[in-house]
């Protein structure tokens, strides 16, 4: 067994240890889970289970009665995408990711670490025009037109429509930063 695999194999529900209940027998280390128990492990519906797998995030194998069957290693799958949508990456870049990673593998902390290098200049633009949405929000949209009597004031003869369609003072503003 690959040692990179041992850790995640001794992961328990953590419903299981703080609701007082007595814990589900583990099941052996080798077996495959089912949905029902991904779903319970990763705290992520079987709806999303679903459709992580019809956009090609996570894959399960199925059974002679055509039942759902993921490797345990899944959860440290499902696990990295919902940090990864947590910090606002859109599904196409979380998929981009794990295609990226040497014949499908789950990611290490490593891949994290090298990942979020990459991903962080976008979060760092994100982050400015959030910033600039919160320091100019009562004022000018951004002169899209939102406002015709600001706009007569801030936007005289619509100067800024020449510089295209959309918020004009609003893209000027997130491309300085």
């Not at 194998?61 to 069957?69: F, H, K, L, P, S």
């Not at 959860?75 to 859109?90: D, E, H, M, N, Y």
Request: glycine residues 8%.
């Amino acid at each position: 067994m690959d040692a990179s695999l041992e850790p995640q194999l001794m992961l328990r529900s953590i419903q299981q240890t703080t609701t007082g209940s007595s814990p589900m027998p583990a099941a052996p280390a080798h077996r495959p889970l089912t949905i029902g128990e991904l779903s319970e492990r990763s705290g992520v519906s079987p709806s999303a289970l679903h459709f992580y797998e019809r956009n090609g995030l996570i894959e399960a194998e199925r059974t002679a009665g055509n039942q759902r069957r993921y490797r345990r290693d899944t959860l440290r799958r499902v696990a990295f995408i919902k940090t990864s949508q947590r910090v606002g990456l859109p599904l196409k870049d979380i998929r981009e990711a794990l295609d990226s990673l040497p014949e499908g593998r789950t990611p290490t902390k490593r891949d994290w670490s090298k990942l979020s290098l990459r991903w962080g200049e976008e979060l760092d633009q994100r982050i400015a025009a959030l910033q600039h949405l919160r320091n100019d929000l009562d004022g000018c949209i951004g002169c899209g037109c939102l406002s015709l009597k600001s706009c007569t004031l801030q936007n005289p003869s619509d100067e800024l429509g020449a510089s295209g369609a959309g918020a004009q003072r609003w893209n000027q503003a997130t491309e300085q930063h």
